[in-house]
C-alpha cells in the first residue's frame, strides 16, 4: 500500500507526488531512452520518445513480476525544457495511457545532452512491490 506524503496546508501537484511511503520488494530501473529493445529509435519526437521509454520502463519491470502501479520514483532527463513543456498535455496522456494515474514521486530535470545522441529523454524508475 502506498502513503501518498502531502503536507498540510501544501498545494497538490499536477502529475506526481511530492513523497510516498512503502514496504515491500525494491525494484530499480536504469534510464530508459526511446528506443526499442534492439537499440533502435523510430523517431525524433520527444512524445514519441516518452512513449517508447516508458514502453521499455514497463518491461524492465514486468522482468521482476512488478507493473507500472508499484512505481513509487521517477527522475526524467530532458534535453529540452521547452519542447518538454510545449507537448505537456500530449505526454501526459502518454503516461497515463501507458503508466496509470498512479501517484508518483517524481522529478523532471533538463540536461545538456544524453550520451545517446538523438536521445531526448531518459527515465529512471524506483518500483516497490508490496509485501
Known sequence: ????????????????????????????VAGMIGWDGQGQFHTDDLAGQ???????VVAVLAEAGAKPEHIVRMTWY???KREYLRE???IGAIYRAVIGSFEVAMTAVQVA???????KVEIEVTAVIPD
Open 78 to 80: 530532458v534535453t529540452d
Open 113 to 119: 545532452a544524453l550520451i545517446e545522441d538523438r536521445a
Open 50 to 56: 516518452v512513449r517508447q521509454a516508458l514502453h521499455n
Open 88 to 90: 505537456a498535455r500530449e
Open 1 to 28: 500500500m502506498t502513503q501518498v506524503l502531502q503536507p498540510p496546508g501544501w498545494a497538490r501537484p499536477k502529475g506526481y507526488a511530492n513523497g510516498v511511503a512503502v514496504r515491500g520488494r525494491q525494484v530499480f
